[in-house]
């Protein structure tokens, strides 16, 4: 048993919750009140998120997760095609597109960690 577990906080329902943008705690509330910015507590259940400040973890883990697929991709297909213009714009398109979609993901599965793992900033 994880120390998350111990003191009540499942690690892996605590970030699958944060990953869905809601508290770490109850489910319920939201947990971002913006784009990427984090609610200062739960609606629902007043849990507080003032001290999970994630820095920059979620670009970090979000660049890395773009570089890990699209970096491959490109490499094959400029090995295998004439690498056309329009395949790099398209490319760059969807790296930034499946960034912008994980950003938010990235920043609540990280206060979720940092809130099961009771790690204070």
Same mark, same amino acid.
């Given at each position: 048993?994880?120390? &998350? !577990? $111990?003191? &009540?906080?499942?690690?892996?329902?605590?970030?699958?919750? &944060?990953?869905?943008? $809601?508290?770490?705690?109850? +489910?319920?509330?939201?947990?971002?009140? +913006?784009?990427?910015?984090?609610?200062?507590?739960?609606?629902?259940?007043? !849990?507080? =998120?003032?001290?999970? &400040? /994630?820095?920059?973890?979620?670009?970090?883990?979000?660049? =890395?997760?773009?570089?890990?697929?699209?970096?491959?991709?490109? @490499?094959?297909?400029?090995? /295998?095609?004439? =690498?056309?213009?329009?395949?790099?714009?398209?490319?760059?398109?969807?790296?930034?597109?499946?960034?912008? =979609?994980? @950003?938010?993901?990235?920043?609540?599965?990280?206060?979720?960690?940092?809130?099961?793992?009771?790690?204070?900033?």
């Amino acid at each position: 048993m994880g120390d &998350g !577990e $111990r003191s &009540g906080r499942a690690l892996g329902r605590a970030v699958a919750r &944060g990953l869905r943008g $809601r508290c770490p705690n109850c +489910g319920q509330g939201r947990l971002l009140a +913006g784009y990427i910015r984090p609610e200062p507590q739960c609606a629902a259940c007043g !849990e507080d =998120f003032r001290p999970y &400040g /994630t820095a920059d973890f979620a670009p970090y883990l979000v660049t =890395f997760a773009i570089g890990l697929t699209f970096i491959p991709l490109a @490499l094959v297909i400029s090995l /295998t095609t004439d =690498f056309a213009g329009w395949i790099v714009w398209a490319l760059m398109a969807g790296a930034a597109l499946t960034a912008a =979609f994980l @950003l938010p993901r990235a920043k609540g599965a990280a206060i979720g960690l940092l809130w099961a793992l009771d790690v204070r900033s």
